[in-house]
């Protein structure tokens, strides 16, 4: 009788014992983090809020526990806090921390000792946490840290010798900081697990590098960059077979580069610029397997390249300028079809330039500049993505080749000081050339004027031969007689010819009027409607009138239809080339009828027929920001510029994010960029691939557009449309915005595009300011210049370095945000304006 009770009490008392045992471990591991908060946190801080008895110490921000019964406390990961305060030494009693990372706080103050308690450390981060004093020896009493980063902060005074006895190191980052002195020799010594060593970036380090880093038997990583190392590199070095990164770049190393280095078979970067290195640079570094990127410039290094004929080569950025090579340009260097970067200017090459040097197809910069190479340019047929190219300063004869017109992205040529003859090549106009600097040589005739327009008079200076406005020489009677009369020959005929064309056109033009307005009665029109819009199928057909035409696209005409409601409506006519059934359409049609976004424009309903498509869309009444741009009477004003910007911004990432399946613009201009009441920007003429089908798209587009600057350069040589195309034409847009100029002007000639126009201005000292639009003030100019740079990034020659859309939306949403509230600081009105 009396045991069940005696029982209970047994399990009562087992439980409480039980309970009190775990509360009170892990009550002391968390009174130690109470004390930990209660020093560290100074005030204001909300981020440790729930560091409280409430939670248990397992959930709290940046704690993780074991697994095991009852959990400890593993590690503690408090990055980018802003924290200050002192380091408690009461987490040094934690017994399990193995995890200590207060990297990127604000803890200003020197480094403390009590942390060489923490003895069960395994890693320990305080990189970029306004750390200051020396680096305390006693650290070395952590010997099972692998991983040590003190990294971007202020610490200052010898890297001292404990450190090379914490021997489990496979991480040991002290770059950036104030270090002093000299390396002491032997603290490699024992550190054979380490991976990665970053010293770089102590200027005050003067040191000879230890040969005992030979000893680093396992290290893949080497950066000792912008240090104040000297003499040469030891021949321990070969012994380091991981290696795969090592660089010494801004130092003073004044020594060789022992050939042995060309035995670390895993290297494949080098990087030894900008340093006093001399001797023969070592050949073998060329022939290693897995070599990427050497880079050797601003040196004194001698030698020879090899021919890369035969050996298979990864190298993609080859730079050794400003030094003293020697030999030919190499008979295989359009072999490594993986070359980005192949720069050697300021050297004393000789010889012909190889037929092949640019066959690589990611060539995009070659600098071989102020060398003493003759010969002929060959003709550049592969390279499809070079963006720069100098030859200047060397001995080139012959003739500028025409075939630099064929490559699309090429933006900066430099073949000044040479002795090219002949003219320069008509062809070249169809670059956007940032930079044609073809002064000094022997180049004669008439110099075609929109390619060096918005350039500097400067780029064609010392060619006798040539003439035209501008230059000190105007063309010569006879020949200008003789080119005059033949171009005016030329014009003649090509006057014929558009009057003749345009006869053709407008009887075509006729007779399809004529039969499409037969048609149209009596054809088979079906029509989809999805809004209600109180007008029958037949009205709508019969209001496409020629005085109801508002605009004239290449696809089509849009017409402005009045409905009986009061209402208006956009609809676009579309040549149904490719013939698309009208269940292709239907589907197609319904897809984009789908998107809903405020900056694109509705899409209310379809017609179709055998040979037209219409697209009916809201109407919007203030036009097109193409109009708007045109308007010089009342420039819209910053905030509303920034406004459409943000608008066009959202609707295109909207139809490459989240509209599905994910749509491109592939046409993207200001004229299809409409403004509501409010200006609020609606994106029109997406999506008409798919109205009217790929091929008939390709087609028009081919024949209308191939030269129009909205058009991102790699299109010439790719078929598949791609997001970062759209990209560049919003690039395009932007500019538009910030120089209040249209993207193309008008009047022929000398008008240069304004992608070109801008490329050019920036490319001269001084000019930026140009840019920007003189009707918004100067106040904002910090912003304009942002925008500029983001639009810089979004029509970047390479299509990979333009950001995604929604990149291009924060950029513009904080652009944004500042002009309104400067704005409303400075008292201004509000944004849907006067206009
Ligand atoms: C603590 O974390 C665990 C695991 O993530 C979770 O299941 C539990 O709900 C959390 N407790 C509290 C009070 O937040
Ligand atoms: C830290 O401070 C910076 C600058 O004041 C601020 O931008 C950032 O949001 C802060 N971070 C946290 C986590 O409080
Ligand atoms: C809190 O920080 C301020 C400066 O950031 C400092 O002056 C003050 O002494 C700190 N207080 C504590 C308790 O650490
Ligand atoms: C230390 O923390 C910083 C900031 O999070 C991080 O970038 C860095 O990679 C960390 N260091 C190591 C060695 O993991
Ligand atoms: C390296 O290890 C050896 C043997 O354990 C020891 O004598 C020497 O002091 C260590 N060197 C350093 C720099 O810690
Ligand atoms: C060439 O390198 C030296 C240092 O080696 C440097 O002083 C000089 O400015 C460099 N010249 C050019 C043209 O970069
Ligand atoms: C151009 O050729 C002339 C004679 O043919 C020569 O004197 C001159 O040095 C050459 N100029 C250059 C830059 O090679
Ligand atoms: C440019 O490319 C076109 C088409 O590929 C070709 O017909 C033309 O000959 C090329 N022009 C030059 C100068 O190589
Ligand atoms: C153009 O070339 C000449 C001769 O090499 C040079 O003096 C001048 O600085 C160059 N101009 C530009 C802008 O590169």
């Known amino acids: 009788m009396a045991t069940l009770p005696l029982l209970l009490l047994l399990l009562l008392f087992i439980s409480t014992s039980i309970t009190t045992t775990t509360s009170s471990s892990s009550s002391s591991e968390q009174d130690l983090l109470l004390s930990f908060k209660s020093s560290i946190i100074n005030g204001s801080h909300q981020s440790l809020s729930n560091w409280s008895p409430n939670t248990p110490t397992c959930n709290w921000t940046g704690i993780s526990c074991s697994t095991s019964s009852p959990p400890s406390i593993t590690s503690i990961d408090l990055q980018g806090l802003n924290l200050t305060g002192s380091i408690s030494s009461s987490i040094c009693q934690l017994p399990h921390l193995s995890h200590l990372n207060l990297a990127n706080n604000l803890l200003s103050q020197p480094i403390p000792l009590h942390l060489s308690q923490c003895s069960s450390l395994i890693t320990l981060n305080f990189s970029n946490s306004l750390l200051w004093g020396t680096l305390p020896d006693q650290l070395s009493q952590i010997t099972s840290l692998t991983v040590l980063d003190l990294s971007h902060n202020q610490i200052e005074g010898q890297i001292p010798l404990g450190i090379g006895s914490l021997k489990s190191l496979q991480v040991l980052n002290l770059g950036s900081n104030s270090f002093s002195g000299a390396v002491h020799s032997s603290i490699f010594a024992n550190l054979t697990e380490l991976l990665l060593l970053d010293l770089s970036q102590n200027p005050s380090l003067s040191s000879e590098l230890p040969v005992e880093l030979g000893r680093l038997s396992k290290v893949k990583r080497i950066f000792m960059q912008g240090c104040g190392f000297f003499a040469g590199i030891p021949e321990s070095i070969l012994a380091l077979h991981e290696l795969e990164e090592i660089s010494l770049h801004t130092n003073s190393f004044t020594g060789f580069v022992p050939g042995s280095i060309g035995k670390c078979s895993s290297l494949e970067s080098i990087q030894i610029q900008d340093n006093g290195f001399y001797g023969e640079f070592p050949a073998g570094l060329w022939s290693l397997p897995e070599i990427r990127i050497v880079r050797a410039e601003n040196n004194r290094f001698s030698g020879e390249l090899p021919d890369f004929v035969g050996v298979p080569s990864l190298l993609e950025q080859i730079q050794i300028d400003n030094n003293s090579f020697t030999g030919r340009i190499p008979k295989g260097i359009g072999l490594i079809n993986t070359l980005y970067r192949f720069s050697a200017s300021f050297n004393g090459f000789h010889g012909d330039l190889p037929e092949n040097f640019c ?50 992205v090429l933006t900066y040529i430099d073949l000044s000081s040479n002795n090219l003859t002949g003219e320069i090549p008509q062809e070249l106009q169809n670059l956007k050339l940032a930079l044609f600097n073809v002064s000094f040589n022997q180049l004669s005739g008439s110099v075609p004027l929109s390619l060096v327009s918005g350039l500097p008079a400067s780029f064609l200076q010392g060619n006798p031969g040539l003439c035209g406005p501008g230059l000190p020489n105007q063309c010569i009677k006879t020949e200008r007689k003789k080119s005059s009369r033949s171009s005016g020959l030329i014009f003649a005929a090509i006057a014929i010819a558009f009057a003749f064309g345009f006869m053709l056109l407008a009887l075509g033009l006729f007779a399809v009027h004529r039969l499409s307005c037969k048609k149209s009665l009596t054809s088979n029109w079906r029509s989809v ?156 003429g997406f999506g008409l691939d798919h109205v009217i089908g790929e091929t008939a798209y390709q087609s028009i587009v081919a024949s209308e557009l191939a030269s129009c600057c909205y058009i991102a350069p790699e299109q010439g040589c790719s078929k598949k449309a791609t997001e970062q195309m759209d990209v560049y034409s919003f690039g395009v847009v932007l500019l538009e915005l910030i120089t209040g100029r249209k993207a193309e002007m008008p009047e022929p000639r000398e008008s240069i595009d304004i992608v070109t126009w801008v490329r050019r201005k920036i490319n001269m000292t001084n000019a930026t300011h140009q840019i920007l639009d003189p009707n918004i003030s100067n106040s904002f100019q910090q912003e304009m210049l942002s925008v500029l740079e983001l639009a810089l990034r979004c029509i970047s020659v390479v299509p990979d370095k333009r950001p995604k859309m929604d990149e291009v939306v924060q950029s513009l949403l904080s652009v944004y945000t500042t002009v309104q509230s400067l704005r409303i600081v400075s008292g201004e009105t509000s944004i849907s304006s006067e206009h």
Not at 369 to 397: M, Q, W, Y
Request: aromatic share 6%.
């Open 359 to 408: 066959d690589s197809p990611v060539l995009s910069i070659i600098d071989l500049s102020h060398n003493s190479l003759s010969g002929s340019i060959p003709e550049l047929r592969k390279c499809r993505k070079l963006v720069s190219l100098s030859l200047a300063d060397n001995s080139f004869t012959g003739n500028i080749p025409s075939s630099l017109a064929n490559l699309s």
């Open 529 to 684: 409607f999805f809004y209600s819009l109180g007008i029958r199928e037949d009205e709508l057909l019969m209001s496409l009138d020629e005085k109801n035409i508002i605009g004239r696209g290449m696809f089509g005409d849009v017409y402005k239809i009045k409905l009986p409601t009061g209402e208006c409506i956009a609809v676009k006519k579309l040549s149904n080339s490719g013939k698309l059934s009208f269940r292709t359409a239907k589907a197609e049609i319904r897809k984009l009828a789908k998107t809903r976004q405020k900056n694109l424009t509705k899409l209310l309903g379809f017609c179709h027929s055998e040979n037209v498509v219409l697209l009916i869309h809201e109407y919007l009444s203030n036009g097109s920001l193409g109009d708007s741009l045109c308007n010089l009477e009342s420039p819209l004003e910053l905030t509303v510029r920034m406004h459409i910007a943000l608008g066009a911004a959202q609707g295109l990432a909207y139809l490459h994010k989240d509209h599905s399946p994910n749509l491109l613009h592939r046409n993207l201009k200001s004229n299809n960029i409409l403004l509501d009441m409010d200006f609020e920007p609606k994106i029109t």
